[in-house]
């Protein structure tokens, strides 16, 4: 079975500070890769995601993930943070062996991001 | 805003009692919803995927007669927890999919409702 890795259950940066998650995935096949955020008190929503093509992607709120096969990794990364980042953030992988377009997601621990104003 | 929304957000019950969370799909009939639970400093733990008009598919571990699924039309899909124990107390969340040719609602895999607190005294 897969499995999704988080590095770091929470992280403290001041505004401004560079962020950089870690998350790591156990799984040889094809996989979709997911980032999702959930702010206090709301649901999950989906930051960014990797279906194939340019390694690099783009998400929302100047967010932005990096897939190295490789190392079988998704870390996530914003070159400066702001105060509303505060939130915990999951990494997520779909196996996409089956060629469907989405199986069942398998999220990682989540990890909290604190941010100082 | 909300495309799926999950009630009650809280609830508090006693030992013994049965719960049950509703989750409904405002803006696309989804074909598939999933049902989460989520304990304090670990991920979200898939517990049963849920087809319309089918019967739902449990993961490993998962006791079907200890919760039960019914998503009996496209837009509402419902989880019991019945004779509920201390040891049920968690963070229930649910999903629901759209079928592919709904624009944005199809863009991504799932979309979340807001989850439920579950404490049982």
């Known amino acids: 079975a897969q499995s999704v890795s988080q590095h770091n259950h929470h992280v403290i940066l001041s505004e401004a500070a560079s962020l950089e998650l870690g998350c790591n995935y156990s799984?040889?096949?094809?996989?979709?890769l997911f980032w999702y955020v959930q702010y206090p008190g709301q649901h999950l929503q989906l930051l960014l995601k990797y279906f194939s093509g340019d390694p690099l992607v783009k998400g929302i709120k100047g967010f932005e993930a990096e897939f190295i096969k490789s190392k079988f990794s998704f870390n996530l990364r914003k070159p400066s943070v702001q105060w509303s980042d505060t939130a915990e953030y999951f990494c997520a992988v779909i196996d996409n062996a089956g060629g469907t377009s989405y199986g069942k997601l398998t999220f990682g621990q989540g990890t909290i991001l604190t941010v100082h104003p | 805003g909300a495309v799926v929304s999950q009630h009650p957000s809280w609830v508090i019950c006693k030992s013994g009692t049965s719960v049950k969370i509703e989750c409904r799909s405002l803006d696309f009939q989804a074909t598939t919803m999933f049902w989460y639970r989520q304990f304090p400093k670990q991920s979200l733990m898939l517990m049963a995927t849920s087809n319309e008009g089918s019967k739902a598919t449990y993961e490993q571990g998962v006791e079907k007669d200890k919760f039960l699924i019914n998503h009996a039309s496209l837009t509402l899909s419902t989880l019991t927890v019945t004779s509920a124990h201390p040891e049920d107390s968690s963070f229930y969340i649910c999903?629901?999919?759209?079928?592919?040719?709904?624009?944005?609602?199809?863009?991504?895999?799932?979309?979340f409702g807001d989850g439920t607190r579950l404490s049982i005294l």
């Open positions: 799984y040889g096949g094809t996989v979709n």
């Open positions: 999903s629901a999919r759209a079928p592919p040719g709904q624009g944005f609602y199809s863009n991504q895999p799932q979309h």
